[in-house]
Protein backbone atom coordinates (compact mmCIF):
# COMPACT_ATOMS: atom_id res chain seq x y z
CA UNK A 1 0.00 0.00 0.00
CA UNK A 2 1.41 3.17 -1.38
CA UNK A 3 2.14 6.19 1.60
CA UNK A 4 1.78 9.57 1.12
CA UNK A 5 2.46 12.45 3.17
CA UNK A 6 0.75 16.41 3.76
CA UNK A 7 1.55 19.09 6.31
CA UNK A 8 -0.52 21.15 8.48
CA UNK A 9 0.01 24.18 5.88
CA UNK A 10 -1.30 22.19 2.83
CA UNK A 11 -4.53 21.37 5.32
CA UNK A 12 -5.16 25.07 6.20
CA UNK A 13 -4.20 26.70 2.53
CA UNK A 14 -7.58 24.03 1.50
CA UNK A 15 -5.87 22.11 -1.22
CA UNK A 16 -7.12 19.58 -2.40
CA UNK A 17 -5.21 16.13 -1.50
CA UNK A 18 -3.96 15.40 -4.80
CA UNK A 19 -2.79 18.84 -5.06
CA UNK A 20 -0.27 18.40 -2.30
CA UNK A 21 0.09 14.58 -1.56
CA UNK A 22 3.85 12.75 -2.18
CA UNK A 23 4.75 9.22 -2.03
CA UNK A 24 7.13 9.00 1.17
CA UNK A 25 9.42 5.97 -0.08
CA UNK A 26 11.50 4.15 2.30
CA UNK A 27 15.00 3.18 0.96
CA UNK A 28 14.27 0.24 -0.58
CA UNK A 29 11.42 1.63 -2.38
CA UNK A 30 12.68 4.66 -3.63
CA UNK A 31 15.85 2.26 -5.76
CA UNK A 32 12.89 0.56 -6.74
CA UNK A 33 10.75 3.59 -8.06
CA UNK A 34 14.48 5.04 -9.52
CA UNK A 35 14.69 1.81 -11.40
CA UNK A 36 10.79 1.99 -12.75
CA UNK A 37 11.74 5.90 -13.69
CA UNK A 38 14.39 4.89 -16.16
CA UNK A 39 12.26 1.88 -17.77
CA UNK A 40 9.29 4.61 -18.71
CA UNK A 41 12.24 7.08 -19.89
CA UNK A 42 14.03 4.36 -21.86
CA UNK A 43 10.34 3.02 -23.53
CA UNK A 44 9.38 6.89 -24.27
CA UNK A 45 6.48 6.07 -22.45
CA UNK A 46 6.01 9.88 -20.88
CA UNK A 47 2.52 10.13 -20.03
CA UNK A 48 3.17 7.14 -16.67
CA UNK A 49 6.72 9.23 -16.61
CA UNK A 50 5.27 12.28 -15.97
CA UNK A 51 2.25 10.56 -13.60
CA UNK A 52 4.89 9.33 -11.59
CA UNK A 53 7.82 12.40 -11.25
CA UNK A 54 5.20 14.50 -10.03
CA UNK A 55 4.09 11.91 -7.19
CA UNK A 56 7.64 11.99 -5.65
CA UNK A 57 9.15 13.82 -2.79
CA UNK A 58 11.62 16.42 -4.09
CA UNK A 59 14.13 15.79 -2.51
CA UNK A 60 14.45 12.15 -4.45
CA UNK A 61 13.58 13.53 -7.42
CA UNK A 62 16.94 16.22 -7.11
CA UNK A 63 18.61 13.28 -6.18
CA UNK A 64 17.33 11.00 -9.27
CA UNK A 65 17.94 14.07 -11.53
CA UNK A 66 21.25 13.47 -10.99
CA UNK A 67 22.37 10.54 -12.28
CA UNK A 68 20.91 11.77 -15.38
CA UNK A 69 23.19 13.65 -17.92
CA UNK A 70 22.60 17.01 -19.03
CA UNK A 71 19.93 16.68 -21.85
CA UNK A 72 18.12 13.80 -19.77
CA UNK A 73 18.09 16.26 -16.78
CA UNK A 74 16.39 19.12 -18.70
CA UNK A 75 13.81 17.56 -20.72
CA UNK A 76 12.46 15.78 -17.38
CA UNK A 77 12.19 18.89 -15.61
CA UNK A 78 10.25 20.29 -18.39
CA UNK A 79 7.47 17.62 -17.06
CA UNK A 80 7.19 18.56 -13.51
CA UNK A 81 4.85 20.90 -12.55
CA UNK A 82 5.31 24.62 -11.64
CA UNK A 83 5.60 23.88 -7.68
CA UNK A 84 6.98 20.66 -7.52
CA UNK A 85 9.36 21.99 -10.10
CA UNK A 86 10.37 24.76 -7.40
CA UNK A 87 11.05 22.55 -4.62
CA UNK A 88 13.21 20.37 -6.85
CA UNK A 89 15.37 22.97 -8.02
CA UNK A 90 16.09 24.54 -4.23
CA UNK A 91 17.59 20.89 -3.44
CA UNK A 92 20.02 20.29 -6.76
CA UNK A 93 23.59 20.98 -6.92
CA UNK A 94 24.59 25.01 -8.01
CA UNK A 95 26.31 23.10 -11.39
CA UNK A 96 22.64 21.88 -12.42
CA UNK A 97 20.76 25.00 -11.23
CA UNK A 98 22.89 26.94 -13.53
CA UNK A 99 22.45 24.18 -16.50
CA UNK A 100 18.49 24.41 -16.38
CA UNK A 101 18.69 28.65 -15.56
CA UNK A 102 20.24 28.52 -19.34
CA UNK A 103 18.30 26.09 -20.67
CA UNK A 104 15.02 27.76 -19.73
CA UNK A 105 12.90 30.38 -21.49
CA UNK A 106 12.55 33.65 -19.44
CA UNK A 107 8.12 32.70 -18.52
CA UNK A 108 9.53 28.96 -17.35
CA UNK A 109 12.34 31.00 -15.15
CA UNK A 110 9.33 33.59 -13.86
CA UNK A 111 7.29 30.31 -12.99
CA UNK A 112 10.04 28.53 -11.29
CA UNK A 113 11.19 31.73 -9.46
CA UNK A 114 7.63 32.47 -8.41
CA UNK A 115 7.64 29.11 -6.47
CA UNK A 116 10.98 29.43 -4.81
CA UNK A 117 11.47 30.35 -0.88
CA UNK A 118 12.87 33.97 -0.77
CA UNK A 119 15.95 32.55 0.86
CA UNK A 120 16.71 29.92 -1.45
CA UNK A 121 16.95 33.01 -4.37
CA UNK A 122 19.34 35.26 -2.25
CA UNK A 123 21.34 32.14 -1.64
CA UNK A 124 21.28 31.15 -5.40
CA UNK A 125 22.24 34.98 -6.65
CA UNK A 126 25.26 34.49 -3.88
CA UNK A 127 26.45 31.41 -5.57
CA UNK A 128 25.84 31.94 -9.66
CA UNK A 129 28.11 33.16 -12.35
CA UNK A 130 27.77 37.04 -12.62
CA UNK A 131 25.62 36.47 -16.12
CA UNK A 132 23.14 33.95 -14.66
CA UNK A 133 22.62 36.24 -11.87
CA UNK A 134 21.86 39.13 -14.05
CA UNK A 135 18.64 36.89 -16.05
CA UNK A 136 17.83 35.69 -12.23
CA UNK A 137 17.54 39.46 -11.34
CA UNK A 138 15.86 39.91 -14.81
CA UNK A 139 12.92 37.61 -14.31
CA UNK A 140 11.91 38.84 -11.17
CA UNK A 141 9.96 42.00 -9.70
CA UNK A 142 11.31 45.21 -8.73
CA UNK A 143 10.12 45.01 -5.39
CA UNK A 144 11.70 41.55 -4.78
CA UNK A 145 14.54 42.56 -6.76
CA UNK A 146 15.16 45.51 -4.16
CA UNK A 147 15.04 43.47 -1.40
CA UNK A 148 17.54 40.92 -2.75
CA UNK A 149 19.57 43.46 -3.28
CA UNK A 150 19.46 44.16 0.22
CA UNK A 151 19.93 40.94 1.49
CA UNK A 152 23.54 40.76 -0.28
CA UNK A 153 24.44 43.63 1.30
CA UNK A 154 24.25 41.82 4.80
CA UNK A 155 27.56 40.32 6.06
CA UNK A 156 28.62 37.54 4.46
CA UNK A 157 27.71 34.11 7.14
CA UNK A 158 25.46 37.10 9.40
CA UNK A 159 21.76 36.44 10.28
CA UNK A 160 20.49 38.87 7.58
CA UNK A 161 22.77 37.29 4.90
CA UNK A 162 20.78 33.59 5.27
CA UNK A 163 17.28 34.94 6.70
CA UNK A 164 13.48 34.78 4.80
CA UNK A 165 11.23 37.00 4.91
CA UNK A 166 8.58 34.61 3.66
CA UNK A 167 7.18 34.31 7.83
CA UNK A 168 3.59 34.92 8.90
CA UNK A 169 3.05 37.79 11.16
CA UNK A 170 0.27 38.64 13.32
CA UNK A 171 -1.03 41.64 15.38
CA UNK A 172 -1.83 41.82 18.92
CA UNK A 173 -5.61 42.70 18.95
CA UNK A 174 -6.36 39.51 16.63
CA UNK A 175 -8.98 37.10 17.93
CA UNK A 176 -8.29 33.05 16.68
CA UNK A 177 -10.92 33.28 14.56
CA UNK A 178 -8.97 36.04 12.69
CA UNK A 179 -6.03 35.06 12.63
CA UNK A 180 -6.76 31.57 11.75
CA UNK A 181 -8.63 32.69 8.25
CA UNK A 182 -5.22 35.63 8.20
CA UNK A 183 -2.67 32.30 8.12
CA UNK A 184 -5.14 30.56 5.43
CA UNK A 185 -4.68 33.86 3.48
CA UNK A 186 -0.84 34.88 3.94
CA UNK A 187 0.55 31.66 4.61
CA UNK A 188 0.21 29.57 1.34
CA UNK A 189 3.62 30.80 0.12
CA UNK A 190 5.63 31.43 3.24
CA UNK A 191 8.55 29.23 4.59
CA UNK A 192 6.14 28.14 7.63
CA UNK A 193 3.33 28.93 9.49
CA UNK A 194 4.30 26.50 12.86
CA UNK A 195 5.52 29.84 14.54
CA UNK A 196 3.51 32.85 13.78
CA UNK A 197 5.39 36.54 14.83
CA UNK A 198 3.46 39.17 16.58
CA UNK A 199 3.91 42.87 16.05
CA UNK A 200 2.82 45.97 16.77
CA UNK A 201 2.23 48.72 13.98
CA UNK A 202 5.79 49.66 13.51
CA UNK A 203 7.33 46.42 13.19
CA UNK A 204 8.38 45.62 16.63
CA UNK A 205 8.66 42.08 17.97
CA UNK A 206 5.78 41.89 20.75
CA UNK A 207 5.85 38.13 20.59
CA UNK A 208 5.24 34.69 19.22
CA UNK A 209 2.87 31.85 18.61
CA UNK A 210 2.65 28.87 17.65
CA UNK A 211 0.10 27.48 15.17
CA UNK A 212 -1.17 24.24 17.25
CA UNK A 213 -1.54 27.17 20.77
CA UNK A 214 -3.95 29.05 17.91
CA UNK A 215 -6.12 26.01 16.84
CA UNK A 216 -6.34 24.37 20.28
CA UNK A 217 -7.68 28.11 21.51
CA UNK A 218 -11.39 29.07 21.63
CA UNK A 219 -12.09 31.16 18.54
CA UNK A 220 -12.84 34.78 20.67
CA UNK A 221 -9.50 34.25 22.29
CA UNK A 222 -6.77 37.33 22.16
CA UNK A 223 -3.55 36.41 20.19
CA UNK A 224 -1.79 39.01 22.86
CA UNK A 225 -2.83 36.82 25.56
CA UNK A 226 -2.37 33.57 23.76
CA UNK A 227 1.76 34.46 22.95
CA UNK A 228 4.93 34.13 24.08
CA UNK A 229 6.47 37.80 25.33
CA UNK A 230 10.40 38.19 25.07
CA UNK A 231 10.86 35.53 22.21
CA UNK A 232 14.42 34.32 21.54
CA UNK A 233 15.65 36.79 18.74
CA UNK A 234 18.61 37.07 16.51
CA UNK A 235 20.47 40.50 15.40
CA UNK A 236 20.82 40.78 11.52
CA UNK A 237 24.77 41.38 12.24
CA UNK A 238 24.97 37.86 14.43
CA UNK A 239 27.28 35.06 13.40
CA UNK A 240 25.45 32.25 11.84
CA UNK A 241 27.71 29.88 14.50
CA UNK A 242 26.03 32.10 17.49
CA UNK A 243 22.14 31.49 15.83
CA UNK A 244 22.79 27.85 15.12
CA UNK A 245 23.85 27.61 18.99
CA UNK A 246 20.05 29.67 19.96
CA UNK A 247 18.95 26.65 17.91
CA UNK A 248 20.41 23.75 19.87
CA UNK A 249 20.19 25.61 22.98
CA UNK A 250 16.39 26.16 22.87
CA UNK A 251 15.08 23.93 20.30
CA UNK A 252 14.16 26.12 18.48
CA UNK A 253 11.98 25.75 14.71
CA UNK A 254 12.76 28.74 13.63
CA UNK A 255 14.22 32.34 15.04
CA UNK A 256 13.15 35.58 14.46
CA UNK A 257 15.67 38.12 13.22
CA UNK A 258 15.71 41.85 14.23
CA UNK A 259 17.33 45.16 13.66
CA UNK A 260 18.96 47.22 16.76
CA UNK A 261 15.62 48.82 17.08
CA UNK A 262 13.66 45.56 17.61
CA UNK A 263 12.09 46.05 14.28
CA UNK A 264 11.32 42.03 12.74
CA UNK A 265 13.07 41.90 9.47
CA UNK A 266 12.95 38.28 8.67
CA UNK A 267 13.37 34.77 10.37
CA UNK A 268 16.00 31.51 10.35
CA UNK A 269 14.54 28.16 9.84
CA UNK A 270 15.75 24.75 11.14
CA UNK A 271 16.55 24.19 7.57
CA UNK A 272 19.01 26.73 6.89
CA UNK A 273 20.58 26.45 10.26
CA UNK A 274 21.23 22.53 9.68
CA UNK A 275 23.02 24.10 6.43
CA UNK A 276 24.97 26.25 8.66
CA UNK A 277 26.00 23.45 10.83
CA UNK A 278 27.10 21.06 8.01
CA UNK A 279 28.82 24.25 6.03
CA UNK A 280 30.60 25.31 9.80
CA UNK A 281 31.64 21.22 10.19
CA UNK A 282 32.64 20.98 6.53
CA UNK A 283 35.37 24.23 7.31
CA UNK A 284 36.52 22.62 10.38
CA UNK A 285 37.15 19.73 8.88
CA UNK A 286 38.95 21.17 5.97
CA UNK A 287 41.03 23.75 8.30
CA UNK A 288 42.30 21.09 11.02
CA UNK A 289 43.45 19.09 7.36
CA UNK A 290 45.43 22.49 6.46
CA UNK A 291 43.41 23.01 3.24
CA UNK A 292 41.10 26.29 2.39
CA UNK A 293 38.00 25.61 2.19
CA UNK A 294 36.14 25.29 -1.30
CA UNK A 295 32.04 25.78 -1.98
CA UNK A 296 32.50 23.39 -4.61
CA UNK A 297 31.71 19.80 -4.66
CA UNK A 298 35.52 17.70 -4.84
CA UNK A 299 34.94 16.01 -7.88
CA UNK A 300 33.97 19.13 -9.90
CA UNK A 301 36.48 21.13 -8.56
CA UNK A 302 39.52 21.38 -10.95
CA UNK A 303 42.79 19.93 -10.20
CA UNK A 304 44.81 22.69 -10.21
CA UNK A 305 42.53 24.43 -7.78
CA UNK A 306 42.54 21.73 -5.37
CA UNK A 307 46.18 21.83 -5.12
CA UNK A 308 46.23 26.01 -5.03
CA UNK A 309 44.04 25.32 -1.84
CA UNK A 310 46.92 22.87 -0.36
CA UNK A 311 49.89 24.00 -1.00
CA UNK A 312 50.34 27.17 0.75
CA UNK A 313 49.51 25.06 4.30
CA UNK A 314 52.33 22.28 3.01
CA UNK A 315 54.75 24.73 2.16
CA UNK A 316 54.47 26.58 5.60
CA UNK A 317 54.65 23.02 6.97
CA UNK A 318 57.63 21.89 5.00
CA UNK A 319 59.76 25.11 5.99
CA UNK A 320 59.00 24.49 9.41
CA UNK A 321 59.87 20.98 9.75
CA UNK A 322 63.70 22.32 9.19
CA UNK A 323 63.29 23.24 12.63
CA UNK A 324 63.13 19.54 13.40
CA UNK A 325 65.76 18.85 11.37
CA UNK A 326 67.72 21.66 13.02
CA UNK A 327 67.63 19.96 16.31
CA UNK A 328 68.36 16.28 15.19
CA UNK A 329 71.72 17.93 13.44
CA UNK A 330 72.42 19.84 16.94
CA UNK A 331 72.38 16.75 18.71
CA UNK A 332 74.50 14.68 16.22
CA UNK A 333 77.09 13.14 18.71
CA UNK A 334 74.20 11.58 21.14
CA UNK A 335 73.32 9.73 18.13
CA UNK A 336 76.96 8.62 17.12
CA UNK A 337 77.25 7.76 20.43
CA UNK A 338 74.22 5.72 20.34
CA UNK A 339 72.97 4.62 17.36
CA UNK A 340 70.19 3.07 18.64
CA UNK A 341 68.48 5.95 19.74
CA UNK A 342 67.54 6.87 16.19
CA UNK A 343 65.13 3.81 15.68
CA UNK A 344 62.89 5.40 18.33
CA UNK A 345 62.52 9.52 16.91
CA UNK A 346 60.02 8.16 14.31
CA UNK A 347 57.46 6.72 16.88
CA UNK A 348 58.03 9.55 19.50
CA UNK A 349 56.96 12.16 16.98
CA UNK A 350 54.19 10.26 15.97
CA UNK A 351 52.69 9.32 19.28
CA UNK A 352 53.12 12.93 20.44
CA UNK A 353 51.05 13.94 17.07
CA UNK A 354 48.51 11.37 17.89
CA UNK A 355 48.22 12.44 21.34
CA UNK A 356 47.88 15.96 21.00
CA UNK A 357 45.71 15.26 17.73
CA UNK A 358 43.35 13.87 19.97
CA UNK A 359 42.97 16.87 22.75
CA UNK A 360 42.68 19.46 20.34
CA UNK A 361 39.79 17.67 18.31
CA UNK A 362 37.92 17.22 21.42
CA UNK A 363 38.29 20.93 22.80
CA UNK A 364 37.54 22.33 19.13
CA UNK A 365 34.56 20.33 19.03
CA UNK A 366 33.16 21.71 22.65
CA UNK A 367 34.12 24.89 21.71
CA UNK A 368 32.37 24.47 18.45
CA UNK A 369 29.27 23.42 20.37
CA UNK A 370 29.35 25.70 22.97
CA UNK A 371 30.19 23.21 25.17
CA UNK A 372 34.02 24.82 26.34
CA UNK A 373 34.73 28.58 26.91
CA UNK A 374 37.61 30.57 27.67
CA UNK A 375 37.37 30.44 31.73
CA UNK A 376 37.30 26.66 31.75
CA UNK A 377 40.27 26.49 30.72
CA UNK A 378 42.11 25.93 33.93
CA UNK A 379 39.47 22.89 34.80
CA UNK A 380 40.45 21.83 31.01
CA UNK A 381 44.42 21.94 31.43
CA UNK A 382 44.25 20.00 34.54
CA UNK A 383 41.99 17.22 33.20
CA UNK A 384 43.80 17.13 30.39
CA UNK A 385 46.79 16.48 32.77
CA UNK A 386 45.47 13.99 34.43
CA UNK A 387 44.55 11.91 31.27
CA UNK A 388 48.16 12.63 30.43
CA UNK A 389 49.72 10.92 33.22
CA UNK A 390 47.52 7.90 33.39
CA UNK A 391 48.26 7.58 29.43
CA UNK A 392 51.91 8.76 29.67
CA UNK A 393 52.43 6.16 32.33
CA UNK A 394 51.14 3.16 30.81
CA UNK A 395 52.63 3.68 27.16
CA UNK A 396 55.45 4.45 29.16
CA UNK A 397 55.30 1.07 30.93
CA UNK A 398 54.69 -0.86 27.42
CA UNK A 399 57.28 0.65 25.51
CA UNK A 400 60.19 0.22 28.43
CA UNK A 401 58.74 -3.83 28.65
CA UNK A 402 58.36 -3.82 24.47
CA UNK A 403 62.35 -2.48 24.09
CA UNK A 404 63.51 -4.54 26.75
CA UNK A 405 62.10 -8.15 25.55
CA UNK A 406 61.04 -7.57 21.65
CA UNK A 407 64.28 -4.84 20.58
CA UNK A 408 67.14 -5.99 22.56
CA UNK A 409 68.39 -2.44 23.14
CA UNK A 410 69.89 -1.88 27.08
CA UNK A 411 68.25 -1.23 29.91
CA UNK A 412 69.06 3.04 29.43
CA UNK A 413 67.68 3.30 25.98
CA UNK A 414 64.49 1.49 26.83
CA UNK A 415 64.59 4.14 29.82
CA UNK A 416 65.37 6.96 27.87
CA UNK A 417 62.66 6.39 25.52
CA UNK A 418 60.01 5.58 28.11
CA UNK A 419 60.64 8.47 30.06
CA UNK A 420 60.91 10.38 26.70
CA UNK A 421 56.71 8.90 25.67
CA UNK A 422 55.86 10.00 29.55
CA UNK A 423 56.48 13.64 28.84
CA UNK A 424 56.12 13.62 25.24
CA UNK A 425 52.35 12.76 26.11
CA UNK A 426 52.19 14.75 28.71
CA UNK A 427 53.43 17.94 26.47
CA UNK A 428 51.18 16.91 23.56
CA UNK A 429 47.81 16.94 25.55
CA UNK A 430 48.48 20.43 27.02
CA UNK A 431 49.42 21.72 24.15
CA UNK A 432 46.88 20.26 21.96
CA UNK A 433 44.34 21.59 24.51
CA UNK A 434 45.78 25.02 25.01
CA UNK A 435 46.42 25.89 21.18
CA UNK A 436 42.45 26.27 20.68
CA UNK A 437 42.35 28.36 23.59
CA UNK A 438 44.78 30.75 22.63
CA UNK A 439 43.53 31.00 18.90
CA UNK A 440 40.63 31.73 20.03
CA UNK A 441 41.44 34.77 22.55
CA UNK A 442 43.01 36.18 19.59
CA UNK A 443 40.05 35.87 17.35
CA UNK A 444 41.34 33.39 14.86
CA UNK A 445 39.79 30.16 14.03
CA UNK A 446 41.05 26.83 16.02
CA UNK A 447 40.47 24.39 13.56
CA UNK A 448 43.13 26.32 11.26
CA UNK A 449 45.72 27.13 13.93
CA UNK A 450 45.48 23.62 16.15
CA UNK A 451 46.06 21.37 13.66
CA UNK A 452 49.20 22.86 11.27
CA UNK A 453 51.21 24.18 14.25
CA UNK A 454 50.29 21.17 16.96
CA UNK A 455 52.35 18.92 14.72
CA UNK A 456 55.57 21.33 14.20
CA UNK A 457 55.42 22.42 18.26
CA UNK A 458 55.14 18.54 19.41
CA UNK A 459 57.64 17.41 16.78
CA UNK A 460 60.23 19.90 18.72
CA UNK A 461 59.33 19.15 21.96
CA UNK A 462 59.45 15.43 21.62
CA UNK A 463 62.97 15.60 20.04
CA UNK A 464 64.34 18.59 22.73
CA UNK A 465 63.18 15.98 25.50
CA UNK A 466 64.20 13.04 24.33
CA UNK A 467 68.08 14.09 23.52
CA UNK A 468 68.10 15.97 26.96
CA UNK A 469 67.05 13.00 28.62
CA UNK A 470 69.52 11.08 26.34
CA UNK A 471 72.36 13.38 28.37
CA UNK A 472 71.05 13.51 31.34
CA UNK A 473 70.98 9.38 31.22
CA UNK A 474 74.17 8.30 29.19
CA UNK A 475 76.35 11.19 31.02
CA UNK A 476 76.81 14.98 30.79
CA UNK A 477 80.89 14.46 29.03
CA UNK A 478 79.06 14.00 25.69
CA UNK A 479 79.18 16.67 23.73
CA UNK A 480 76.68 18.22 21.24
CA UNK A 481 77.59 19.22 17.92
Not at 101 to 127: P, Q, W, Y
Not at 266 to 277: N, Q
Not at 341 to 352: A, E
Request: net charge negative.
Amino acid sequence: MEKFYFSAKDILSGAKHGDFARKALTLEGRSYAMQDLRELYRQKKFKELVEQLNSWHEADLAEYFKELDREERIILFRFLKKDLASDVFSYMDKDEQVDLINAITDHSLRDLLSGLAFDDKVDLLEEMPANVAKKVLQNVSKEERRIINQFLKFPENSAGSIMTIEYVDLKEHYTVSYALAHIRKTGVNKETIYTCYVIDSKRHLRGTISLKDIIMAEEDAVVGDLMEENPISAQTTDDQEEVAALFKKYDLLSVPVIDHENRLIGIITIDDIIDVIEEEGTEDFYRMAAIETTEDDYLSTGAFSLARKRIVWLMVLMVSATITGNIIGHFQAVLHSTIGLTVFIPMLMGTGGNAGAQSSTLIIRGMAVGELKRRDTFRILFKELRVSLVVGAALGFTNFVRIILFEGESISIALIVSITVFLTIVLAKLTGSLLPIIARSVGLDPALIAAPLLTTIIDVLALLVYFNIALLILGPTMATG
